[in-house]
């Protein structure tokens, strides 16, 4: 420190903040954010800090100062050992019908995605109808969605829990609402199909929103329509409240889902809009059993919301652990605030 300038102290000393900030994040998807709530905050801004630790490489390395150290063991702790953010190559196969689906799951956000007038909601949903049959997937969970969908997609077995769906050109033989104790206005299932020669449950999760209001969304995408001070700080109280209550309920919604995997007689596939980030403590849980198909063959960020600041990867499908998934794309069309994913999956005997 001592052989630095005033300019690369000030700068050191705020590496040495992200590195106990990233040292937090990292920790998050082993911390119970009901007992710990820090880390799970700071997970949702994970890609953020290795950004700047990326940026701190890059800055040291031009000055040829061993400080280059501290940022380069943070990326490479977080190659080998976080989920990754970035997927450089895709894995693509055409696979035999008899041994494979395909899967799409979406929110669909009520329609309201080109405004709330009641004529712009009904010709919006006709649009998201045409778009998702144009997909043509086996499998299709849907969450968000109003009733109405079911007759315009038209798929032969279909199973409606409040705004979740599951369409299926495979029989349905049994179906159920997951329960959740706590007050919420998100709710999740499953359903029991016979697909081929094989029964596989599919879970459709919709987990605990953040219930973000306009100003919510002003403060995460542009500070500065905040003048006071003291006001941008209560704001900012308020949002990690909802941050915290939101993650405390999300991890009781996904004890009771392990506990219906768990109990399951068939392997299962879980799809859905699980409001978290993957460097967390549900995605943890959730794919203890499971396989994320956006690891196993998708390519790039697979951000699939992209509202705020930066994008986030907050829809999943996960195929059964001793299955494969190929084909993985998130869609690009632009009908919700969510963008739909989907993907092939192979059963491996």
Wanted: glycine share 4%; with cysteine; charged share 20%.
């Amino acid at each position: 420190m001592k052989n630095l300038s005033f300019l690369n102290k000030l700068i050191y000393i705020f590496n040495l903040i992200l590195f106990i900030l990233w040292g937090i994040a990292f920790m998050a998807p082993y911390l119970n954010p009901k007992s710990f709530s820090i880390p799970a905050l700071l997970a949702i801004s994970y890609p953020l800090i290795l950004g700047f630790h990326l940026l701190f490489v890059a800055y040291w390395i031009m000055r040829f100062n061993r400080k280059i150290l501290l940022s380069l063991s943070v990326l490479a702790v977080s190659y080998f050992f976080s989920i990754p953010i970035f997927q450089a190559k895709s894995s693509f196969k055409a696979l035999a019908k008899d041994q494979s689906f395909s899967v799409l799951s979406f929110n669909s956000q009520l329609a309201y995605f080109s405004g709330g007038k009641k004529e712009e909601v009904e010709g919006h949903q006709s649009k998201i109808a045409h778009f998702i049959k144009q997909e043509n997937a086996d499998i299709i969970c849907l969450q968000e969605v109003r009733k109405g969908m079911s007759s315009q997609l038209n798929y032969p077995h279909s199973k409606t829990f409040g705004f979740s769906q599951i369409h299926s050109n495979y029989e349905i033989i049994a179906s159920q609402k997951i329960e959740f104790y706590e007050n919420s206005t998100n709710n999740s299932c499953f359903a029991d199909l016979k697909v081929h020669d094989d029964t596989i449950r599919v879970y459709n999760l919709h987990l605990e929103s953040l219930h973000l209001g306009n100003e919510d969304y002003n403060l995460l995408k542009k500070r500065s329509d905040i003048e006071v001070q003291t006001e941008f700080q209560d704001k900012t109280k308020k949002l990690k409240q909802k941050i915290r209550l939101a993650t405390s309920k999300r991890v009781n919604q996904v004890d009771r889902i392990l506990k219906s995997i768990a109990n399951s007689p068939y392997p299962s596939l879980v799809c859905g809009d699980f409001n978290d980030v993957p460097q967390s403590y549900i995605y943890r849980k959730l794919t203890e059993q499971h396989k994320d198909a956006f690891i196993e063959s998708g390519k790039g960020y697979g951000a699939t919301y992209r509202q705020l600041i930066f994008p986030f990867r907050i829809d999943y499908i996960l195929p059964y652990k001793h299955w494969n998934a190929f084909n993985f794309e998130v869609l690009e069309d632009k009908v919700s605030d969510h963008q739909a994913i989907r993907c092939d999956i192979e059963f491996k005997h």
